[in-house]
Protein backbone atom coordinates (compact mmCIF):
# COMPACT_ATOMS: atom_id res chain seq x y z
CA UNK A 1 0.00 0.00 0.00
CA UNK A 2 1.64 3.26 -1.32
CA UNK A 3 2.06 5.78 1.55
CA UNK A 4 1.66 9.24 -1.04
CA UNK A 5 -1.44 9.30 -2.89
CA UNK A 6 -0.25 8.45 -7.12
CA UNK A 7 -0.93 12.00 -8.31
CA UNK A 8 1.88 13.39 -5.24
CA UNK A 9 4.02 11.00 -6.70
CA UNK A 10 7.23 11.81 -9.02
CA UNK A 11 7.87 9.88 -12.16
CA UNK A 12 11.06 7.73 -11.71
CA UNK A 13 13.49 9.61 -13.22
CA UNK A 14 13.27 12.36 -10.99
CA UNK A 15 13.70 9.71 -8.02
CA UNK A 16 17.01 8.53 -9.53
CA UNK A 17 18.24 12.12 -9.81
CA UNK A 18 17.70 13.02 -6.32
CA UNK A 19 19.26 10.21 -5.52
CA UNK A 20 22.29 10.95 -7.35
CA UNK A 21 22.51 14.22 -6.16
CA UNK A 22 22.31 12.99 -2.86
CA UNK A 23 25.09 10.78 -3.61
CA UNK A 24 27.32 13.04 -4.81
CA UNK A 25 26.92 15.72 -2.30
CA UNK A 26 27.50 12.73 0.36
CA UNK A 27 30.90 11.76 -1.29
CA UNK A 28 31.67 15.71 -1.47
CA UNK A 29 31.46 16.35 1.79
CA UNK A 30 33.57 13.48 2.64
CA UNK A 31 35.99 14.38 0.46
CA UNK A 32 36.03 18.24 1.42
CA UNK A 33 36.19 16.71 5.19
CA UNK A 34 39.81 14.33 3.72
CA UNK A 35 41.04 17.81 2.36
CA UNK A 36 40.32 19.97 5.84
CA UNK A 37 41.74 17.53 8.50
CA UNK A 38 45.24 17.46 6.41
CA UNK A 39 45.15 21.52 6.44
CA UNK A 40 44.62 21.07 10.02
CA UNK A 41 47.01 18.31 10.90
CA UNK A 42 49.78 20.17 8.32
CA UNK A 43 49.17 23.08 10.56
CA UNK A 44 49.43 21.72 13.48
CA UNK A 45 52.63 19.60 13.01
CA UNK A 46 53.77 23.79 11.81
CA UNK A 47 52.75 25.29 15.07
CA UNK A 48 50.06 27.45 13.18
CA UNK A 49 46.31 27.92 12.80
CA UNK A 50 44.39 27.36 9.79
CA UNK A 51 40.78 28.71 9.89
CA UNK A 52 38.09 27.51 8.05
CA UNK A 53 37.57 30.16 4.78
CA UNK A 54 33.41 31.19 4.12
CA UNK A 55 33.68 28.95 0.54
CA UNK A 56 34.36 25.73 3.22
CA UNK A 57 31.35 26.68 4.72
CA UNK A 58 28.92 27.61 1.56
CA UNK A 59 30.37 24.94 -0.13
CA UNK A 60 29.92 22.22 3.13
CA UNK A 61 26.47 24.21 3.59
CA UNK A 62 25.35 23.49 0.32
CA UNK A 63 26.33 20.41 -0.05
CA UNK A 64 24.77 19.26 3.71
CA UNK A 65 21.52 20.70 2.31
CA UNK A 66 21.41 18.53 -1.27
CA UNK A 67 21.69 15.68 0.75
CA UNK A 68 18.55 16.38 2.81
CA UNK A 69 16.87 17.19 0.26
CA UNK A 70 17.56 14.11 -1.95
CA UNK A 71 17.22 11.82 1.28
CA UNK A 72 13.59 13.50 1.71
CA UNK A 73 12.51 12.99 -2.08
CA UNK A 74 14.17 9.27 -2.12
CA UNK A 75 11.72 8.97 1.22
CA UNK A 76 8.70 10.13 -0.05
CA UNK A 77 8.92 9.21 -3.59
CA UNK A 78 10.66 5.85 -4.20
CA UNK A 79 8.52 3.22 -4.91
CA UNK A 80 7.57 0.70 -2.17
Do not use: C, N
Amino acid sequence: MAVVPPTVRAPHHMVASADQLATQAGLAIFALGGVRTRAVERALSEGTYVSLAPTWIFVLSGAGMVLAVGTLAVVLFADR
